[in-house]
């Protein structure tokens, strides 16, 4: 239970659901009930998949381009910190790429959303999958895998629930509140990359000094 606390806890935190809540209404102003339902959907089983992806075939690209778990650890806490500062800041959408500018051509240009801009880059960034793929390093139990995916599923769910729901969050929320929500995760998000820098750094310490 303590293993999907913090899986769930920390996936829900850096691919930060709430924090696209804008984007999506931005993005599905002029779509109707039911098909806000349906890009939703699309965008919720985009995200699993990639989530799956990265957890499983990680350690395959890790060993392809000779990248050590330590090393990933450090970049994808970097990364991690780096997307708790802009949600701190107020800067998520352009950390994410995705500029206002741009959001509103692809409300003109493009026919399907729920992969790109929502899923990639919004919802399953670097962040994210560094994540995964370190936890496909540390848990190799069949128990420990099963939590790890079980986690990624409710992530998936919650996406779908948050994005379905996303006009209705921004009339009782409002933006003050959305954005106040949007700073709580970013100081949670830094103190999980800060922690695996730590965590990296003190265990490559204590193999040189042993």
């Given at each position: 239970?303590?293993?999907f606390l913090?899986?769930?806890?920390?996936l829900?935190?850096?691919?930060?659901?709430?924090?696209t809540?804008?984007?999506?209404?931005?993005?599905?102003?002029?779509?109707?009930?039911?098909?806000?339902?349906?890009?939703?959907?699309?965008?919720?089983?985009?995200v699993?998949?990639?989530?799956?992806?990265s957890?499983?075939?990680?350690?395959?690209?890790?060993?392809?381009?000779?990248?050590?778990?330590?090393?990933?650890?450090?970049?994808?806490?970097?990364?991690?910190?780096?997307?708790?500062?802009?949600?701190?800041?107020?800067?998520?959408?352009?950390?994410k790429?995705?500029k206002r500018?741009?959001?509103?051509?692809?409300?003109?240009?493009?026919?399907?959303i729920?992969?790109?801009?929502?899923?990639?880059?919004?919802?399953?960034?670097p962040?994210?999958?560094?994540?995964?793929?370190?936890?496909?390093q540390?848990?190799?139990?069949?128990?420990?895998?099963?939590?790890i995916?079980?986690?990624?599923?409710?992530?998936?769910?919650?996406?779908?629930?948050?994005?379905?729901?996303?006009?209705?969050?921004?009339?009782?929320?409002g933006?003050?509140?959305?954005?106040?929500?949007?700073?709580?995760?970013?100081?949670?998000?830094?103190?999980?990359?800060?922690?695996?820098?730590i965590?990296?750094?003190e265990e490559?310490?204590?193999r040189?000094?042993?």
């Open positions: 239970m303590d293993l913090v899986a769930f806890g920390a829900f935190s850096i691919i930060n659901p709430l924090g809540v804008p984007v999506f209404v931005g993005l599905t102003q002029e779509h109707s009930k039911k098909e806000r339902s349906k890009i939703a959907f699309w965008t919720a089983l985009d699993l998949i990639i989530l799956l992806l957890f499983f075939a990680g350690q395959y690209l890790l060993s392809f381009f000779g990248i050590t778990l330590h090393a990933l650890k450090i970049a994808g806490g970097l990364i991690i910190t780096s997307s708790g500062f802009a949600l701190l800041t107020g800067k998520f959408r352009e950390h790429g995705m500018k741009l959001v509103q051509e692809d409300i003109h240009t493009r026919d399907a729920s992969l790109t801009p929502l899923a990639i880059p919004m919802l399953a960034g962040g994210t999958i560094s994540l995964l793929i370190t936890y496909n540390d848990y190799n139990l069949n128990s420990e895998i099963t939590i995916i079980c986690a990624i599923l409710i992530a998936a769910l919650s996406i779908y629930f948050i994005l379905k729901s996303a006009h209705f969050i921004v009339k009782f929320l933006a003050s509140g959305i954005n106040a929500l949007s700073r709580i995760i970013g100081f949670i998000v830094i103190a999980i990359g800060v922690q695996y820098i965590s990296s750094v490559i310490l204590s040189i000094l042993n």
